[in-house]
Nanobody
Framework: QVQLVQSGGGLVQAGGSLRLSCAASGRTFSSYAMGWFRQAPGKEREFVAAISWSGGSTYSPRSVKGRVTISRDNAKNTVYLQMNSLKPEDTAVYYC???????????????????WGQGTQVTVSS
């Protein structure tokens, strides 16, 4: 069992930056692919970024590519999401997730993830 505890988030003006953190319990964190997703009110969950267990493979969709960076520190059992040039449409609850199969190519489908963080609100004002 893995528990994911998120921190970061909050209110930021458009064009600003935020860094989200997701700390995992357990000794198997380094073998999990990790992902970030978001969900805005009235909208479906959206994939934001993912990273392989080694950090050697990362992926993000076109909607955020160039503005977000996912990274991980396996020594600290933590994955990060750095978000720059934030826009009002980035406003959402952000979730980190862990995928335990150890795939090198991290999935972009939330249904493939096994554990989820508690979510953290990101609000971008115009």
């Amino acid at each position: 069992q893995v528990q994911l505890v998120q921190s970061g988030g909050g209110l930021v003006q458009a064009g600003g930056s935020l860094r989200l953190s997701c700390a995992a319990s357990g000794r198997t964190f380094s073998s999990y692919a990790m992902g970030w997703f978001r969900q805005a009110p009235g909208k479906e969950r959206e994939f934001v970024a993912a990273i392989s267990w080694s950090g050697g493979s990362t992926y993000s969709p076109r909607s955020v590519k160039g503005r977000v960076t996912i990274s991980r520190d396996n020594a600290k059992n933590t994955v990060y999401l750095q978000m720059n040039s934030l826009k009002p449409e980035d406003t959402a609850v952000y979730y980190c997730a862990a995928e335990r199969s150890g795939t090198y190519y991290p999935p972009d489908n939330g249904d493939d993830y096994d554990y989820w963080g508690q979510g953290t609100q990101v609000t971008v004002s115009s």
